[in-house]
Structures are given as C-alpha cells and as structure tokens.
C-alpha cells in the first residue's frame, strides 16, 4: 500500500546532541511538509518543500533544518535540540496541481522525541 | 491570513449518538477547501473528509459529513452513531486557493461513552 513511512517511531536524544529524523513516502507526491505538534496542540508547520523549493515559516526556529534529496525522502535536522523540542514530529504528503487544487494531506504516524 | 476556530476543547458522546464538532474560520478568499482529520491516542492524522468552497452539496463519508455553511463561515463535522473507537482529537483545516500551507483548528477532544 501506497503510505508515508517516518523512522524512528520513538527517538531519544541528549540535550544538545543532532538528532535527524527521516520520511519518506510512496506517494509520489511533490509536496512534503514537517509538523512539530506538542501535547494537546494542533500540529504547527515547520517548513514544507513543494517539489525542490524550500519553504520556511518565518517562526521556525535556525535550530531547524530540512533536506529533501528526492522526491521520496525528506530529513528534519534537529541541530541542537532543547528542552523545549520535546514533541511529536509530523510528515505530511500532499500532490498539489495548480492553484485549485484541494487534495488532502496524507500524514505518516509521526516520530516521538524525547530530549534528556 | 488564514484563521480556524474550534470552540469546543473537550466534547463528550453517548455510544449510537450523533455528535456535532464545531469549526469557523475566516478568510477574505473565495476559493479554498476545507478538511478534517482525526487524531487517535496512538498520534497518527487520518484525513476524514472535504468540502470545496464551491461544492453546493454537503460532503459525506460514511459516517462523518460536514455541515457547510459558507456565508456562516461554518464547517462542522457530524458523526453519526458514534463508535467507542471515534474517541479522538479531530482537527479542522483549511487551505487557500494558491498556498501550499495548511492552517488547523486547536482541535475538538471527543469522548464517547459507553
């Protein structure tokens, strides 16, 4: 089955020490997008790629990085992690065709990481 | 900018019940859609249903169907015959005509009880 697959499921990391998390999808979609959802939140978007173009949101802290290689695989680069990063992290697909195009995003079932 | 409204922080539901989630939200575009998605204990967003701002009719899936009323600004999800497995966060979203990003609601808690 077609599905967006992230690894690890359950990350643990130390206070300061990289930590990069992995999605990949075989969708084939040309939009990928990174969520940070913390408990009892609503999932807040960290940046997204809309096939090769890099789009940051402006709140996103530098601490943040995102490579998509190709099409199938994008990383979230954690450089520094915080206290504070604790949180689910969320891949998202999403095939965009034009301006008018509504098509849902479809969500991998997210990476948990824990900051000691 | 984009803005989602959900109102109601925690809802609870009798088993077999229909249950109504609550979301408005704001823009000045004429053209965007709408969707909900349903996040269980175990983390995993699972898309439920769309409502084109054109649509004239209410979209329906199985169970779930969305309310729209688009001088209201208002797209609510019904669930009918609630499921003790439909125990969730259910999110509202939306996307503008144009923008890649999707804005969510703070989301709706639902409990049904036995």
């Known amino acids: 089955d077609a599905m967006v697959i992230q690894n690890p499921r359950y990350q643990v990391t130390q206070f300061g020490k990289p930590v990069t998390l992995s999605c990949s999808q075989t969708?084939?979609?040309?939009?990928m997008y990174w969520y940070q959802q913390k408990s009892s939140q609503a999932p807040k978007l960290l940046f997204h790629?809309?096939?090769?173009?890099?789009?940051n949101e402006a709140d996103t802290p530098d601490n943040f990085q995102s490579r998509r290689p190709n099409t199938s695989f994008c990383f979230l680069d954690i450089r520094s992690p915080g206290l504070g990063d604790a949180a689910m992290y969320l891949c998202?697909?999403?095939?965009?065709?034009?301006?008018?195009?509504?098509?849902?995003?479809?969500f991998g079932p997210g990476t948990r990481l824990t900051v000691l | 900018a984009q803005k989602i409204t959900q109102t109601q922080p925690g809802m609870f539901v009798q088993e077999k019940e229909a249950v109504t989630l609550d979301c408005t939200y704001d823009?000045?575009?004429?053209?965007?859609?709408l969707f909900w998605y349903k996040q269980p204990s175990s983390g995993e967003m699972i898309f439920l249903i769309y409502?084109?701002?054109?649509?004239?009719q209410n979209a329906t899936e199985g169970r779930y169907s969305l309310n729209f009323q688009k001088a209201r600004k208002s797209a609510n999800l019904v669930i009918s015959a609630s499921q003790l497995g439909d125990s969730a966060m259910y999110f509202c979203?939306?996307?503008?005509?144009?923008?890649?990003?999707?804005?969510f609601g703070t989301g709706t808690k639902l409990q049904v009880i036995p």
């Open positions: 969708l084939n979609h040309n939009v």
């Open positions: 823009t000045s575009d004429q053209s965007y859609g």
């Open positions: 979203a939306m996307r503008e005509e144009g923008y890649q990003k999707v804005t």
């Open positions: 409502q084109g701002s054109y649509d004239e």
């Open positions: 998202a697909t999403s095939w965009l065709a034009g301006a008018s195009s509504y098509n849902e995003q479809f």
């Open positions: 790629y809309y096939d090769k173009d890099f789009n």
